[in-house]
T-cell receptor
Framework: AQKVTQAQTEISVVEKEDVTLDCVYE???????LFWYKQPPSGELVFLIRRNSFDEQNEISGRYSWNFQKSTSSFNFTITASQVVDSAVYFCALTFNNDMRFGAGTRLTVKP | GAGVSQSPSNKVTEKGKDVELRCDPI?????LYWYRQRLGQGLEFLIYFQGNSAPDKSGLPSDRFSAERTGESVSTLTIQRTQQEDSAVYLC??????????????FGSGTRLTVV
């Protein structure tokens, strides 16, 4: 089965705290891609990162970092020194044939 | 255009009526996708187009749902005899080709459909 699980439905933090959003996936494929998208209140999904299954190197982009662990089928997303503008729903996704399978999303609220 | 455009942004309809949702993808994007997002839930795949053809219609929830694409551009998602369970945000995305791994998707802002 192809499945993405984001166990955290909602997370609330205070500005400047670090926060990690969890993503666990299931797939039979040996070649696959994982994505993170941000959905701000405006509703439009914004692409954040793509990672292929052969590249387990962690990635950092500014305050964002991603930890890909094939051994635990996880692709977690950390925001360092969170800001109010980070408040959004974050989706993890897995490619499946010609479409993406999305997790249910984690709603992050960053309070000032 | 610069992004994926969806119209209307909001639609309220009476149960039993038909609705049409429109998606204008990014110019040159050959692949187009429709997703449904119920309140507080993730994205549910409905259908995708490669050019004007829909190789995968497996996600359409019932025969009340149909979609077409013309000119390898605009796509219309039609819901006939709407039901309250159809209330959701309908998201459209486009991609340069049909392999999301290559380019990812660019999403529109969605159409919020409310069936009363």
């Amino acid at each position: 089965a192809q499945k993405v699980t984001q166990a955290q439905t909602e997370i609330s933090v205070v500005e400047k705290e670090d926060v990690t959003l969890d993503c666990v996936y299931e797939t039979r494929d040996t070649t696959y891609y994982l994505f993170w998208y941000k959905q701000p209140p405006s509703g439009e999904l914004v692409f954040l990162i793509r990672r292929n299954s052969f590249d387990e190197q962690n990635e950092i982009s500014g305050r964002y970092s991603w930890n890909f662990q094939k051994s635990t089928s996880s692709f977690n997303f950390t925001i360092t020194a969170s800001q109010v503008v980070d408040s959004a729903v974050y989706f993890c996704a897995l490619t499946f044939n010609n479409d993406m399978r999305f997790g249910a999303g984690t709603r992050l609220t960053v309070k000032p | 255009g610069a992004g994926v455009s969806q119209s209307p942004s909001n639609k309220v309809t009476e149960k039993g009526k038909d609705v049409e949702l429109r998606c204008d993808p990014i110019s040159g994007h050959t692949a187009l996708y429709w997703y449904r997002q119920r309140l507080g839930q993730g994205l549910e795949f409905l259908i995708y187009f490669q050019g004007n053809s829909a190789p995968d219609k497996s996600g359409l929830p019932s025969d009340r749902f149909s979609a077409e694409r013309t000119g390898e551009s605009v796509s219309t998602l039609t819901i006939q005899r709407t039901q309250q369970e159809d209330s959701a945000v309908y998201l459209c995305a486009s991609s340069l080709d049909s392999l999301p791994a290559n380019y990812g998707y660019t999403f529109g802002s969605g159409t919020r459909l409310t069936v009363v």
